[in-house]
């Protein structure tokens, strides 16, 4: 039996999944990592901790089904987007990673304001502290470097420490949301690099997604090296693997935030509202773009619920509050919790419930946190449809998030189209997972794609009802935003 390994590194955890020659997952391995909050809110990752839990993971399951090299046909990696770190060539990090939905390189973004037109037009992202670039300024302003130093996102980072640090490299859809990235030409930008003060020679060799990005071991688990042939953020291998491969495809994965996305196919299209444009993956020197809204709470609002207001035990709980819940109460939150993002793109303001009464009770403001998801997501389905010209009749979902029931019926209400839901989870890990066992020639594709299951959710609410409760979302945005 020959296998393919799918790493998917994200925001919460670290997992390695085992998938046969049929594309099923095998097993499954899973390893948190702590959440690293100090007094001023930034929030950190420690590298050297999500790395050893990679080695852990992948050696959990090696001595599970007693695997060698020769059972591996090669290994895919997808990664949290954004997250940047700063590490030597013995491949030593300087300070914990900056995660990507830390804002602490706020005040720097000022000061590239007048160059935010020329920034959008090069790599299709809006400036903001979300990307990369900011990020690392802040770095080098912050950190005691010494002359000899290398920025990465996770999946460089990773791949750097597997291959003994002989490969420094990232793949396309992760150097297309650094904000130093030039998405015409697909490589590097010496102009935005200038910009921010970046050294070209400290950035990775940006490679196709499904390259040979080096051979790991992973610290001696294998009796000898395998080829690492894959590699994508997590939201562009989620893309991948929902079968989202034709121009006018949208797939919603859900997790701590949510990352929407269109594929809008093989040319770049500019957002007019507020979206981004970034490289949804490059295979075979063949590059395809997507346009991205990205939201910064959706799962993180139900941990919220739960971790800090106490107010429920599990997700789950959420079903039941909803249904005490008064159905005519008309409270609206918008979780702006560090700002908005696309396609507002305000980091200064900051959350709020809107429309309370005197007998709403902590069941309808779970209601409302809930359907915020659905809200914040409607607005970037709406933009998409706006860029593209192209009516939405499907989005597919992902993620967490997408077994609330309540939470897929309600969106697909706002957004007046069907929500497909995935019955297979880890859809990060299998998109990477499968691009790998294309690129070893362990898979074909129509082989892959054929049999897809899902939990469908049609619109029920009638017109009237629905501009009611989209007009209610308005107003709140206008609150605060004014």
């Not at 802040?138 to 010494?146: R, T």
């Not at 919220?304 to 909803?322: G, V």
Request: proline share 2%.
């Amino acid at each position: 039996m020959s296998y393919i390994l799918g790493i998917d590194q994200s925001t919460q955890s670290t997992k390695a999944l085992l998938f046969d020659e049929r594309g099923n997952i095998v097993s499954r391995k899973d390893k948190n990592h702590r959440q690293l909050i100090n007094e001023q809110g930034y929030v950190s990752h420690d590298p050297m901790e999500i790395y050893q839990n990679t080695i852990d993971v992948v050696k959990q399951l090696v001595d599970e089904f007693h695997l060698c090299a020769k059972d591996i046909k090669g290994v895919g990696i997808s990664n949290q987007r954004e997250t940047t770190i700063v590490f030597d060539s013995k491949g030593v990090p300087y300070c914990n990673a900056i995660v990507w939905q830390c804002a602490r390189a706020s005040e720097i973004v000022k000061r590239f304001v007048n160059h935010k037109e020329e920034i959008y037009d090069i790599t299709g992202l809006v400036l903001s502290p979300y990307f990369p670039a900011a990020k690392m300024v802040w770095l080098k302003e912050n950190i005691n470097l010494d002359h000899e130093y290398y920025f990465g996102t996770i999946d460089t980072w990773l791949i750097y420490k597997l291959t003994n640090h002989t490969s420094f490299k990232t793949d396309a859809s992760n150097a297309s949301r650094t904000q130093l990235f030039d998405i015409h030409i697909g490589n590097w930008s010496p102009v935005l690099c200038d910009l921010f003060g970046i050294d070209l020679q400290c950035l990775p060799e940006v490679c196709n997604s499904n390259d040979c990005f080096g051979y790991t071991d992973f610290e001696g688990v294998l009796d000898y090296k395998i080829p690492i042939v894959a590699v994508m953020g997590d939201s562009h291998a989620a893309l991948f693997g929902q079968g989202c491969h034709e121009k006018g495809q949208v797939k919603v994965t859900l997790g701590t935030g949510s990352s929407i996305m269109m594929n809008i196919g093989k040319d770049y299209v500019k957002s007019r509202n507020g979206l981004t444009t970034s490289l949804a993956w490059k295979m075979n020197d063949i590059a395809e773009y997507v346009f991205e809204g990205n939201i910064n709470y959706a799962g993180a609002i139900i941990s919220w619920l739960q971790n800090d207001l106490e107010w429920i035990q599990s997700p789950n709980d959420t079903i039941q509050a909803i249904e005490k819940a008064n159905p005519d109460d008309e409270t609206v939150l918008v979780p702006a919790f560090s700002g908005l993002s696309a396609p507002h793109w305000n980091d200064k303001v900051r959350a709020m419930f809107y429309n309370m009464s005197r007998t709403t009770t902590k069941n309808e403001m779970i209601k409302a946190s809930v359907e915020s998801i659905a809200y914040q997501i409607t607005d970037i389905l709406n933009a998409m449809a706006s860029d593209s010209g192209l009516a939405l009749s499907q989005v597919k979902a992902d993620g967490g998030p997408s077994k609330n029931i309540y939470l897929m019926q309600f969106l697909s209400d706002m957004a007046r189209c069907d929500v497909l839901v995935s019955k297979q989870e880890e859809l990060s890990a299998i998109g990477v997972a499968y691009m790998a066992g294309l690129k070893a020639g362990l898979y074909q594709k129509e082989d892959l794609f054929a049999h897809r299951e899902y939990q469908s959710y049609s619109r029920k609410l009638e017109i009237k009802r629905w501009k009611e409760l989209m007009d209610r979302w308005y107003d709140a945005l206008a609150v605060l935003l004014k």
